[in-house]
Each structure stands twice: as structure tokens, then as C-alpha cells.
């Protein structure tokens, strides 16, 4: 097969598209530069077909991590175009918004309202404005990624050289167009740093809206951590919203907040929750989420029909299969299997993160070439791999002996290519980007 659709495409798309694409995690770039194939024309479970018919199992992010049951799962496709049969856009609302509603707030006892929306960043800034017009304050002292919306790239209005977004999952992003009247409103401190978040507390206390974190990206809270936030917002009187767009539902039903046993004021969901449908919901405590009465937020899009049905959809197959179970079982089995990989070919290695969401780096200072070369050749394999790894239910102990024997191949050239130095001739291609940057 020599047809090449996929990398003629984007081409086309970087003339005719800004930056590319939509979202910079979709970037070719990201991964491997002038290989990685753009484009797909079917996806179910984790299996890929691109736009020039070839196959790949999809040992990625699967779409970014939105398809945590996999790709076109049966029963949420079903729901949905049952739903779409029946026309999922109406001058009425949908009814599916009052059962989600419902559902959510029996997964979340602390819960008592729920309003929605479809895409994670605008949902963070709906809750932003929620705790905004709640606490009659402005800043928001925020650790983690929270989208692109104005409230969160406050934070990179600095003057200089300096990032401070770059600790928080991705580094560059620039806030060109966001006011600079808004610069100061946006505060980050570390995670799992109770000392840096109560500085802020101290100094700003009075003026604080929100505290904005994700429960856990990476790793765990240290005891006390959550607690300790929890009390300084409650000493505040500042507003604590819990983002689960990305790790919710991954640890446990429902978030991973419930696991750990912490209690927010609002928390937020998107991606998963509507397993490749646009869905986002943001729950809280009926005090807190009344205050969307002081403001306007309003959108058409918001009462389509398709969101909610797949969200009751996949909720109830969680529900039914244990995912977190399942993600933990085959992330582990993948990591393990690859840091053994690693150490027999003599390749230095880390694995990061939960289980389910695995992140791979070398340690070595042309890490971003050894990665972008594990990427071409697995892809060579028929195998879509980067630095990270979503495990999705449709990931089965079968994927990772397909990876892991591709991998044992591929890290004996690496080992080769670490100790002759010649990475990055063997790549053929240029090396993947870390993070925001303006496109050629
Ligand atoms: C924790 C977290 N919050 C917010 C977002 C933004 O969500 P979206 O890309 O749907 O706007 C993401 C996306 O990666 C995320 O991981």
C-alpha cells in the first residue's frame, strides 16, 4: 500500500487550518512528525483503520482519552442512534438531561444540582463563573490542565521568559488575546503542595473564588492533602471544584474523588462521560450551583439530545463492568511488561502515572528522539504508540503481547541507537514536540 492521504491531507489542513488541527494533542507532531497518520475512516475497540486502509491497534491516547469503554462501544452507539432516529435536536428539550441529572446525583451523594455542557474547557469555565458569581470574588488559585479559556491562560500573563502553566501538564501555551487586565487573577500552586496553596490563601484569602484542581492526574494524594485543601477553602470561603474530565471514572465510578473520600463543592466531567460523544456535566452542592441563576450561561447546543443518551449509556455500562479494575490489570501488565523490556535491552526507563494512564519517558537527554523513533516503528508494527497510554476496556491482555513483542524488537535497536548514538539519523523524520508551539 503506497497510498499516502494522510500526510497530503494535513498539509492541506495546516494551509487551510490554523495550528493544524482542533485540539494539540491530535497533532501529527505530538508524536512523530511526517509519519504519524492523521487521519482515520473507521475506529472500534482499539482498532484503527486511516484514511489509506491501514490497520492499527491503538495503544495511544485513545481519543484523548474520551473512549474509555473503546471505540463505538455497541451499547452506546445503539442509545445514540436510537436517539438520533428519533431526532436529537428539538425547539423542546431533551428528557435524557433529567435521568442523567438523577443518575448523577446517586453516583454523588453531596450532589443536589447538575447543569451540562459539551466539552471540558468550557465546562471548568462554567463552573469558573459558578464559584465567581457565587463568592462575588474573582481569582482562582488552580494547580493541573484546565482547557484554553481565558480564566486558565490568565495564568501565563507574565512578563519575561517565564511559563507557569509549564508545570501543570503543558508547557508554551500562549495567551495571546486573553486580556491583560486579567493577569494576576489566575494563581497555580503545586500539587500535592499544601504549603504553597495556603501561601496564596493567606495572602489572597479574601478575594478567592475557587480552588480548581484534578483530584490525582499522576500520582495519589499525600494524606492529608485533599483535606487540607478542603479546609482551607472551607476557612476561605472560597468555592472547591474538582476536575474529572480526564481521570474520572478511570480510578472508580463516578471520579476519583469518591475514592478518596473528599468532598467538593462542584465537580466536572467530560471526555469519558460520553464515551466519544460530546458530554460534559458539572455537579455541586445546591447552594453553590444555585448561584448559575446570578449569570448568564446559556447555549444552544447544550440541550441537544445526543450527549446525555450516551452519557446514561456509558454510565450504566460502567455500571455493569468494572473498568477501573480492567484499566489497572492491563496498564500494569503493559508497564511491567515494558520496564522489563526496558532493563533486558539495558535502556533506561520510567513509567509514570496511574496504571490507566501510563506515561513512558527515557531517561536520557534525547528522550523526545527515542520516543518519536519508538513511535515510527511502532507504527511500522501497525501499532499507534506514543509517550503515553490510555487503557480502555476494549484493551484485552492480547494488545499488550502484541506491543510488548513489538517492543522487544524495537528497544534491541533503540539500545543499539542509545549506545552508537544515532538516534535521530535513524529517524528519518524530525523529532516530536513537547508541547504548544506555532506550526510551519
Ligand atoms: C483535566 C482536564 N481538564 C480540562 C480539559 C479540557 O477538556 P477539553 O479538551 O474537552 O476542552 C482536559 C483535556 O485534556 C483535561 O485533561
Redesign the pocket.
Known amino acids: 500500500m503506497d497510498s499516502n492521504r494522510v500526510q497530503v491531507l494535513y498539509q492541506q489542513a495546516k494551509k487551510l487550518i490554523p495550528g493544524g488541527t482542533q ?1 494539540l494533542s491530535k497533532r501529527p507532531e505530538m508524536f512523530a512528525p511526517q509519519r504519524w497518520p492523521g487521519y482515520y475512516r473507521e475506529a472500534h475497540g482499539c482498532e484503527v483503520v486511516d484514511l489509506d486502509g491501514r490497520q492499527y491497534i491503538d495503544m495511544s491516547i485513545m481519543g ?2 474520551s473512549c474509555l469503554l473503546g471505540y463505538n462501544d455497541p451499547d452506546v452507539t445503539a442509545a445514540v442512534v436510537r436517539r438520533i432516529e428519533a431526532g436529537s435536536m428539538c425547539t423542546l428539550n431533551s428528557p435524557e438531561e433529567i435521568e442523567l441529572a438523577e443518575l448523577l446525583i446517586e453516583l454523588h451523594p453531596w450532589a443536589r444540582n447538575v447543569r451540562y455542557a459539551r ?3 468550557e465546562a ?1 469555565a462554567v463552573a469558573v463563573r459558578i464559584a465567581r458569581a457565587k463568592t462575588g470574588r474573582d481569582l482562582v488559585a488552580f494547580c ?4 484554553w479559556h481565558d480564566w486558565y491562560l490568565a495564568a501565563n500573563l507574565v512578563s519575561g521568559e517565564s511559563d507557569p502553566l509549564a508545570g501543570h501538564l503543558l508547557p508554551g501555551l500562549e495567551p495571546g488575546g486573553v486580556p491583560s487586565q486579567l493577569a494576576g487573577t489566575a494563581l497555580p500552586f503545586g500539587y500535592n503542595d499544601i504549603d504553597q496553596l495556603a501561601a496564596i490563601v493567606r495572602e489572597h484569602g479574601t478575594k478567592l473564588a475557587a480552588v480548581v484542581m ?1 483530584p490525582t492526574r499522576a500520582v495519589h494524594p499525600r494524606p492529608g492533602f485533599l483535606e487540607g485543601v478542603r479546609e482551607l477553602c472551607d476557612r476561605a470561603g472560597a468555592v472547591l471544584v474538582l ?1 474529572e ?2 481521570v474520572g471514572w478511570r480510578l472508580a465510578l463516578g471520579g476519583a474523588h469518591l475514592l478518596y473520600g473528599v468532598e467538593p463543592d462542584m465537580a466536572v466531567f ?2 469519558a462521560i460520553g464515551n466519544g460523544h460530546p458530554m460534559a456535566a458539572i455537579i455541586g452542592r445546591a447552594d453553590t450551583m444555585q448561584a448559575a441563576q446570578d449569570s448568564f450561561i446559556s447555549s444552544t447546543y447544550w440541550t441537544e439530545g445526543v450527549g446525555p443518551t450516551a452519557a446514561l449509556a456509558t454510565i450504566r455500562k460502567m455500571q455493569q463492568v468494572d473498568v477501573p479494575g480492567h484499566t489497572a490489570v492491563i496498564g500494569t501488565a503493559l508497564r511491567e511488561g515494558l520496564l522489563e523490556i526496558a532493563a533486558r535491552h539495558g535502556v533506561a526507563l520510567t513509567c509514570s502515572g496511574h496504571p490507566a494512564l501510563n506515561t513512558i519517558a527515557f531517561d536520557h537527554p534525547d528522550t523526545l528522539v527515542l520516543q518519536t523513533l519508538l513511535t515510527v516503528r511502532m507504527l511500522e508494527r501497525g501499532i499507534l504508540a506514543g509517550a503515553n497510554f490510555y487503557v480502555s476496556l476494549a484493551h484485552t491482555q492480547q494488545h499488550v503481547e502484541r506491543y510488548l513483542s513489538a517492543a522487544d524488537e524495537i528497544f534491541a535497536e533503540l539500545s543499539e541507537a542509545i549506545r552508537t548514538g544515532d538516534a535521530a539519523r535513524r529517524l528519518g523524520t524530525p523529532v516530536r514536540h513537547a508541547g504548544f508551539a506555532r506550526l510551519a
Open positions: 485540539l484523548v482519552g466539552t471540558g474547557g471548568m493541573g490542565y484546565h482547557g484534578e476536575d474530565i480526564t467530560a471526555k
